[in-house]
DNA sequence: AAAATGACCAAATGAACAAAATAGTCATTA
DNA sequence: TAATGACTATTTTGTTCATTTGGTCATTTT
């Protein structure tokens, strides 16, 4: 069987993104990397966009994938959600394909890229709705609205994960999740 | 009496920070409004950073002014602090100065404007600090870390003012204060 | 004498232009 | 018929240089 041109591309243009960014990767340096002619690229994808948009969207399902193994049916909805998050976030952290895209789009702001996030985070906070949704019905979390609670959550995580840690000494996982069961499931009202 | 020409100073440079912004303030503009000459302006101030510095302590003491006058003895410590929460964005959203300080930080990132909208983000958490820590001395709400809970509380309201309304339809006062409340103070599990 | 001033300067900025690089096309090739 | 890379229109980058700017200080005004 003939080698899989179109995975080539997709393998060679993931790695140079991961490693240079969207921006300051060139056709001409995919094509060199995935060892296919210039034009060979355009039989298969309509614009260097188009690329990235395919690569993003298979992250987007090894991110749900990873998520779904953090769940534990013998566990609280708490527990769950908070492991589910934590496995969001530490995947953004630990992949360098992610860390690129998230440090161009503060960095630069390439359009593109911008997209390309804001559909992960929307991914994410679509699947923790699913999970709050599920709660809800189960009866075992009030009602509320799952999209603003999901939004929330992220938001909050994040700004404890990557906001505190500017100007404050960072926090352990243990804390993180004291905090977030206080915050969000206990209460603050004795 | 003669007139006070560090305050023309610091109103010029006031009013021209609010139309124009900082970086594209010109000290010769700010004399020209002031009517005093260039020179005179460093007889007061060390530089341009200085005269920011200067208008900004005074907007932080505007503020802390505006949030006291939110709380009222005879409401509960959830009531009140998301008064304080309310009008400090509040002021922000309202006042010139404050608006375009924050966009030339997003969009330009002066560093000296940087800086001072740093001072005013700690300012307001400081604030809130205190409020929550006679909270807790009175027993009124959970042992919990005061820095960190008032900067939990800001970040997510400003997510919830500043971010939620970027892809969705905005939230009216009487929501945002029903998703405060049940968050933060009630919790989700039933 | 003290306070105020604006001409002046070094450094920063940005407009304008040239050169290089790049995404995408298409006639040729294998 | 699938693959290619030379080619092109458009952007991006680098460079130059006149203008602008924050800040100083010798001079003027009070």
């Given at each position: 069987m003939a080698i899989d041109r179109k995975q080539l591309i997709l393998e060679a243009a993931k790695k140079s993104f991961s490693l240079f960014g969207y921006k300051a990767t060139t056709m001409d340096q995919v094509a060199k990397l995935a060892n296919v002619g210039k034009g060979t690229i355009y039989t298969f994808f309509?614009?260097?966009e188009e690329i990235l948009d395919e690569i993003v969207t298979s992250l987007i399902r090894d991110m749900k994938a990873e998520a779904g193994n953090a769940i534990d049916p013998n566990s609280r909805f708490d527990e769950n959600i908070?492991?589910?998050?934590i496995r969001f976030l530490e995947f953004r952290k630990s992949h360098q394909?992610?860390?690129?895209l998230f440090q161009e789009e503060r960095e630069i702001g390439t359009?593109?890229?911008?997209?390309?996030i804001q559909r992960v985070e929307q991914a994410i906070i679509d699947y923790m709705k699913g999970i709050i949704q599920d709660a809800i019905d189960r009866g075992e979390i009030k009602e509320c609205n799952p999209e603003i609670t999901a939004f929330v959550m992220l938001e909050t995580y994040v700004a404890l994960?990557?906001?505190?840690?500017?100007?404050h000494p960072p926090l352990d996982k243990e804390e993180m999740s004291d905090l977030f069961k206080l915050y969000f499931f206990e209460g603050l009202l004795k």
């Open positions: 309509k614009s260097k908070r492991r589910v998050l394909l992610t860390i690129k359009k593109a890229v911008v997209d390309v994960i990557f906001d505190w840690e500017q100007h």
